[in-house]
């Protein structure tokens, strides 16, 4: 069993309004204790655990009390199923569950890949208790998938291309089995080195990739939890999301947060990410319709028919709206970063974050 946790990392069960929560923090801080609270939500296949440098470097600070929570479905949640047909609902529900049981009134937080997609939800659905935004490597404000078009149009009414069937099986079967090797080119250990960092940019300490990886085997699998059901369709690529399930989450028909744009008060929001990221990219090596378009995935209709999703550009565009309408983001790409600057590059990863935090929420101008 590999020892998870970095020397100063303790781990928290909290009692919520919707279940049982487990919470990272510091060791020695209590989760309900005093500071401003600064929430770090993971991203799919993966845990609290890829946060424990980040929670770190923020205690040294003896400013912000920082936690980071595991997602319904991923550590040591209970695995509940997720509702699909309620967008990722289900996850910002049970933040909010998390902040009224710290007794918070306003949280900053920090969100990555999908988790990034639930900070957005929880800011669209609880604005005034949020103290800032932090997006790391964020998904598009449109989804994952089956969307065309800086304002993230769909390219078919069921959003065919994006959902469940958009999962490797083959990694899903390895995630499902707890593989821990690198034999094969879709065990969770090498999609780490390949595909959430850029290649050799890992620690170098051996037991945080070990950490990873049994974070990333806690994933649950089946059609409640990862990847969730499939449709069946006659549209390119055959497949559209189904009601139940991680990947169904984030699909269009069920998912859009660039409502953020209309929203007041509007907190500062950081982006952050790496410039050799493939997971989130106008060229993403995930969306089937990239794929479809180096001949990965054939029948490919054509970039006129189904192009591949330009997720970076999307989400440019809304934060562009949302500081047009009077909020205020700032973007820092990280050179020869893949998916995960707060692993990659922990340090400038931080020095980023304490900069945002540190700016006032009523910051009036544009920080980019």
Known sequence: MVDV????????????????????????????????AVLFVHGNVSSAVFWQQSLLALVETRRYRALAVDLRGYGDAEPLPVDATRGVRDWSDDVAALVDTLGLDRVHLVGWSMGAGVVLQYLLDHPARVASVALVAPISPYGFGGTVGAEGVRVHPDAAGSGGGAAN????????????????????????????VAPGSLPLDPRLEDAFVASMNTTRTGDDHYPGDVVAVDAWPGVAPGARGVLNTMAPTVFDVSGIVDLAPKPPVLWIRGDADQIVSDTSVFDLAFLGSVGAVPGWPGAETFAPQPMVTQTRSVLDRYAATGGAYREVVLPDVGHSPHVERPHEFAVALLEHLDVPAEAPANLT
């Not at 100063?8 to 923090?25: K, N």
């Not at 099986?169 to 959430?196: H, I, K, N, W």
Request: charged share 20%.
């Open 169 to 196: 099986p083959e990694f899903v079967a390895a995630l499902a089995a707890g593989d821990t090797t690198a034999d094969s080119p879709v065990s969770p250990r090498a999609v780490l080195r390949s595909f959430y």
């Open 5 to 36: 946790l970095l020397p100063g990392v303790t781990a928290s069960r909290l009692e919520t309004a919707r279940g049982e929560q487990s919470v990272l923090h510091p060791t020695g801080m209590d989760p309900a204790g005093p500071g401003e």
